[in-house]
């Protein structure tokens, strides 16, 4: 069965500070991994994905993932928060013939301080 | 350039009563899906519509009902209210393409009392 694993609840970093989201993730196959993000009371919003190819993916809104298959990891980074980027962050890992039936972790909530 | 519209934003309801989430998309796509979101739990798959005139059951399909009227349009049934059932429900669709993500809508806040 496919799972994901977001350690951390809740971030606080200063705005320009760095920022880097956790995400483990167990599935049987090759990952399609996704980082979506949440602003309050909106849908989410698609930051980037991972199929194939470079491990290193560059998503929007400046954010950038790196898949590390050894771990099992797909951490989220970004070099300088903006406070715009406060909100709920979620991975997602799933099969690429169906990403509506990714499985989702539970949310990173990213606050910052000014 | 609407995306994925869903309505109401916000509703209430009593124990027992019924209702329907509407949920419209404008990109064509063959699949859509509905999620329940939960403080701390991430979201729930309830059921999906892979295509026009097919549904099928995710993770928590139970106490649900779907219609895929259409292309365009999948909508969600609660014949019978429950408090468990107090929660945010997204509408989603994805493209053909092998690698298409997850489009949401802006969710709907139920509150049922």
């Known amino acids: 069965a496919q799972s994901v694993t977001q350690p951390d609840i809740h971030i606080t970093v200063s705005e320009g500070a760095s920022l880097e989201l956790r995400c483990n993730y167990s599935?049987?196959?090759?990952?399609?991994l996704f980082w979506y993000v949440q602003s309050p009371g909106q849908g989410l919003q698609l930051l980037l994905k991972y199929f194939s190819g470079d491990t290193l993916v560059q998503g929007i809104k400046g954010f950038e993932a790196e898949f590390k298959r050894s771990q099992s990891s797909f951490n989220l980074r970004k070099p300088s928060v903006h406070w715009s980027d406060a909100a709920e962050y979620f991975c997602a890992v799933g099969a690429p013939s169906n990403a509506g039936k990714s499985t989702f972790g539970d949310g990173t909530t990213l606050t910052v301080k000014p | 350039n609407a995306g994925v519209t869903q309505t109401p934003k916000f509703q209430v309801l009593k124990t027992g009563q019924s209702m329907t989430l509407q949920c419209a998309q404008d990109m064509n796509h063959n699949s859509m899906y509905w999620y329940r979101q939960d403080p701390g739990m991430g979201l729930r798959l309830i059921y999906y519509s892979a295509s026009e005139g097919t549904t099928d059951k995710g993770e928590v399909p139970n106490g649900y009902n779907v219609s895929r009227l259409n292309k365009r349009e999948f909508s969600l049934r609660l014949e019978s209210a429950a408090p468990s059932q107090t929660s945010v429900y997204f509408c989603?669709?994805?493209?053909?393409?092998?690698?298409?993500?997850?489009?949401f809508g802006n969710g709907t806040r139920l509150t049922v009392t």
């Open positions: 989603a669709s994805t493209g053909d393409r092998v690698n298409s993500p997850l489009h």
């Open positions: 599935y049987g196959a090759t990952p399609y």
